[in-house]
């Protein structure tokens, strides 16, 4: 059986010629709230489509972090959007941006026929502060294929992260994404309310975190791993050795293992419903 998914793949991989290329699409009113869109030419009937997010501690970054990454991806035959959205401040929070990532689905849902790929049934793919939105957004809106998550901050309300993001003079990030100040007792539900791990639901997820990550622990992703599999969702975890928090994305041979995996995963779970 992992033989013929093997060749699968490769025939799968070797079907799809050049993409086309189309930047900087608005999807909201915001100068951020565009994204660019790698479509395949070919036919795209059946062909998984990723929404990606990037990183940036949801206050910085913008979609030049992910676009080699979104072109290996496109490039292995996907439709790929990468997705920028606004920053958090004090006005602007995590509800907020899990609304741009619904305005940028239902875009690139839109504009389906136009391209003649799938109207629904898409995979939500991040780094980083992208990661931790992807998995909030996959199990809250719970319309996502799959789930993909690179070294993502899982569990914000626990005691190692606000204590991290305090000695860091970072715990600001976490209170604007939260909408919330914190209470240093410990009970902060508006942090908890957004962090994946108290949102679980049955959507198949992969995380990639390095163990050398001195930004966000890999503890966030085996704790998070652990809680999906106990919950009996279809889940996988790999730890990448001696990666920092980049994951190996910012080398080439890493990088070309990760976008293998992350394509991998997104065609076993690109089933039609």
């Known amino acids: 059986m992992k033989h013929y998914f093997l060749f699968l793949l490769f025939a799968y991989f070797c079907s799809f010629g050049q993409t086309s290329y189309f930047p900087h699409l608005s999807y909201g009113k915001s100068s951020q709230q565009i994204l660019d869109l790698y479509v395949p030419n070919g036919n795209l009937k059946d062909v998984p489509v990723v929404i990606l997010l990037h990183g940036g501690s949801w206050s910085m970054g913008g979609l030049e972090y992910t676009n ?20 958090i401040n004090d ?23 136009k391209y003649g790929y799938a109207q629904k049934g898409y995979h939500i793919v991040g780094i980083s502060a992208g990661a931790h939105l992807a998995l909030l957004y996959g199990y809250t809106n719970k319309n996502m294929k799959s789930i993909v998550a690179l070294c993502a901050p899982s569990r914000l309300d626990s005691a190692e992260t ?4 305090k000695n860091n003079g970072h715990l600001d990030i976490i209170e604007k994404l939260a909408g919330s100040k914190i209470n240093p007792n410990g009970n902060n539900p508006a942090v908890t309310k957004i962090s994946p ?29 652990n809680e999906l599999k106990r919950k009996g969702v279809d889940a996988k975890l790999i730890i990448r050795e001696g990666k920092g928090h980049d994951v190996g994305m910012n080398t080439p041979e890493t990088e070309i293992q990760n976008i293998k995996d992350i394509t991998e995963w997104v065609l076993l779970h690109n089933k039609l419903d």
């Open 91 to 113: 006005t602007i929070s995590a509800k907020d941006l899990l609304e741009d990532i619904n305005f940028a689905v239902a875009y690139v849902s839109k504009n389906s026929v």
């Open 68 to 87: 080699k990454h979104a072109k290996d991806i496109a490039n292995k035959g996907f439709v790929v959007a990468n997705v920028d959205y606004r920053y």
């Open 162 to 165: 606000l204590e991290l993001r």
């Open 197 to 225: 791990f108290s949102n679980i639901s049955n959507i198949p997820t992969l995380l990639i975190h390095g163990n050398a990550d001195n930004i966000v622990d890999v503890s966030q992703s085996k704790n998070l791993y």
